[in-house]
């Protein structure tokens, strides 16, 4: 009776795992997630807009968009030195409270995170993007009056020398 008892109990404990449901492999329209103790959880990519992944595992990804691995949000914070068109350059800080400063005219403006780019508006009317183009970030230039998706005034370099939120 007693090894009857036994196995009964290992029984009991064994059959839950046994029949635990397990997410089934990706398919085109799920992802699923792996966790550290080994437990996997499948999510239909229709339920997501966004995915937000640390920096050096490639930033946010925004489902449903073209440029499916974009920056995050925090990877645009901090100083910028960008070019001004005529072969100079001059820095733009962009601040976690949607604050912009720009030294050019001592200019302050409001940003933006848009589909992985920092899109801001300055208090003169002018407007600047700061996109990734591969593997660096370029400044977009829009004079007053045109549109994130006019065609740009000018394209120049973009660098941010505090790449990491502030």
């Known amino acids: 009776m007693r090894r009857f008892l036994g ?53 946010d990804i925004e489902t449903g968009s073209a440029n499916a691995i974009a920056p995050s949000r925090g990877r645009f914070l901090g100083k910028w030195v960008v070019g001004d068109g005529n072969g100079g350059d001059f820095t733009i800080r962009l601040e976690e409270n949607g604050d912009a400063y720009r030294s050019i005219g001592d200019v302050h403006g409001k940003w933006a995170y848009v589909r992985g ?8 009317g002018a407007q600047d993007a700061i996109r990734r183009a591969g593997t660096v970030f370029e400044k977009y230039a829009y004079s007053q009056g045109k549109q994130f998706t006019d065609r740009p005034d000018n394209v120049t370099h973009a660098h941010n020398t505090t790449p990491h939120p502030i």
């Open 7 to 59: 196995v009964a109990a290992l029984l009991s404990l064994a059959v839950p795992t046994l029949f635990a449901a397990t997410p089934p492999p990706a398919s085109s329209g799920t992802v699923v997630i792996q966790f550290k103790d080994g437990h996997r959880q499948s999510f239909n990519l229709a339920d997501i807009t966004r995915i937000e992944l640390p920096s050096e595992l490639g930033g």
């Open 117 to 124: 780019e920092a899109q801001i508006t300055w208090d003169d």
